[in-house]
């Protein structure tokens, strides 16, 4: 138990380095270090239901990623990242389940159905990160994986992912096939996209451009525009960018960087720095909106947030030695409301919601008093409840993404096998 606790350590110090499927399933192996020291805590008595269960290797997908999209007739959209036409490898190290993923709905009286599978050919692979619906019901989301073929990263030939948009019709159009630095295009792209008014879309890669991931723009028609690149020479600017985009109504838009800053965070870093929050204005300059630190969270990933006030909610991977936190930055001043120190509540939260009074809503992939996951609640003061424990059982296990909120103030949201829904007490 001792080597392969240190074989994952040192794994994990060096995540940056392997694309963005490896890096996760380097997290999945760090179930083995989280299945200890777990004691009991208090949870909400919310109602759990199983809405659907995935089968491995299965045509309706597996380990679905990323956060769900809800209609207004309560339809669900989300990607899966296996699963589907099973031609390609098993995309991690640690798991043998094949396929090349699909795009799925699950209907508000509970049918599912499997929009679209993937081939990983011209129309990409392996999605991992969720979807953005406009007005008329296109799905737009990207690809780690396939379309153009040329070397991407330590892993040899692959290819660098791409841009999607799928149809009411089933029919999917492939907007960008993503490069490489090879050709000064980005690579990996990472996190969901952000669409404006014009039907463009932002997103982020984290490899690829000059050097350390980009910042871009893709149209309806295709066309795609590197907005910035982020590069070592400007360690100070962040590196590897991750998550999604704010974009404001001056359009101004908002992200995060796992790495780089002006703090040093060398620990499970390849370069250094504990990430940044930027900005870059409507002309194209790029500004360090913030910079994290070690003591009060660093690695910030999964989720960005900003409210009519300005401020805007997040989360980290890590805080200090612990296991993530969820922060509020109101100007230049960052508060923490709340901190997973306690795996008995959660560990390496993934994802948040926030609803019109304030409270957040997300899932930790690892932890609770199964080790294998929690759903949690943190109000406007700071106070954090636990919704859900996940039991490794019927009711799944390692959320990928965070959570949905309806009107009601249900919650939806996935794990690596199931599709749920919380009733909130």
């Known amino acids: 138990m001792f080597m392969m606790r240190a074989t994952l350590q040192c794994l994990w110090s060096h995540e940056s380095a392997f694309p963005t499927i490896f890096r996760r399933a380097m997290l999945l192996a760090q179930l083995v270090m989280l299945m200890f020291a777990i004691s009991p805590t208090a949870h909400a008595q919310s109602t759990f239901k199983l809405l659907h269960t995935f089968t491995p290797n299965g045509i309706d997908g597996y380990d679905p990623v990323g956060d769900l999209v809800r209609d207004s007739s309560g339809n669900l959209y989300g990607v899966a990242a296996t699963g589907g036409i099973l031609t390609c490898p098993p995309s991690t190290w640690f798991t043998p389940l094949h396929g090349c993923g699909t795009i799925f709905r699950l209907s508000a009286s509970g049918s599912f159905k499997v929009l679209y599978s993937f081939t990983g050919a011209a129309d990409g692979s392996v999605p991992l990160s969720g979807l953005v619906r406009d007005a008329n019901g296109n799905l737009f989301g990207t690809t780690s994986g396939g379309g153009y073929s040329i070397s ?6 692959s290819a660098c992912g791409s841009v999607f948009r799928l149809d009411n019709s089933g029919n999917l159009t492939v907007l960008h096939d993503f490069l490489g630095s090879a050709s000064g295009d980005g690579a990996e ?7 404006d008014g014009q039907g463009n879309l932002y997103g982020l890669t984290y490899t690829g451009g000059t050097e350390f991931g980009t910042i871009y723009k893709v149209t309806q028609a295709g066309t795609e525009t590197i907005l910035h690149n982020f590069v070592r020479a400007n360690l100070a600017g962040g590196l590897f960018p991750n998550g999604n985009i704010v974009l404001d109504a001056s359009g101004n838009l908002y992200g995060a960087t796992s790495e780089g800053g002006s703090a040093i965070c ?3 870093t390849i370069i250094g720095g504990c990430g940044t929050l930027f900005k870059l204005d409507a002309s194209g300059n790029a500004a360090v909106h913030y910079n994290f630190l070690w003591k009060t969270g660093w690695t910030p990933n999964g989720f960005l947030s900003q409210d009519a006030s300005g401020d805007f909610y997040g989360t980290t991977r890590f805080l200090g030695s612990c296991d993530g936190a969820v922060y509020k930055l109101s100007g230049g001043t960052k508060t923490v409301l709340h901190n997973f120190c306690n795996r008995a509540i959660g560990a390496f939260p993934v ?3 926030r609803d019109s009074v304030g409270n957040l809503y997300g899932a930790t992939m690892f932890g609770g008093t199964g080790g294998c996951g929690s759903v949690f609640k ?4 700071g106070k954090e409840t636990v919704l859900h424990n996940f039991t490794c059982g019927t009711d799944g296990a390692y959320p990928h993404g965070g959570v949905t909120l309806d009107a009601k103030g249900n919650l939806y949201g996935t794990t690596s096998g199931t599709i749920f829904e919380l009733s909130l007490p």
């Open 351 to 353: 994802g948040m919601v």
């Open 189 to 195: 792209p990472s996190g969901p996209l952000t669409l």
């Open 152 to 157: 991407c990263g330590p892993t040899g030939p």
């Open 378 to 381: 943190v109000d406007a003061k």
């Open 266 to 268: 060398r620990t499970n």
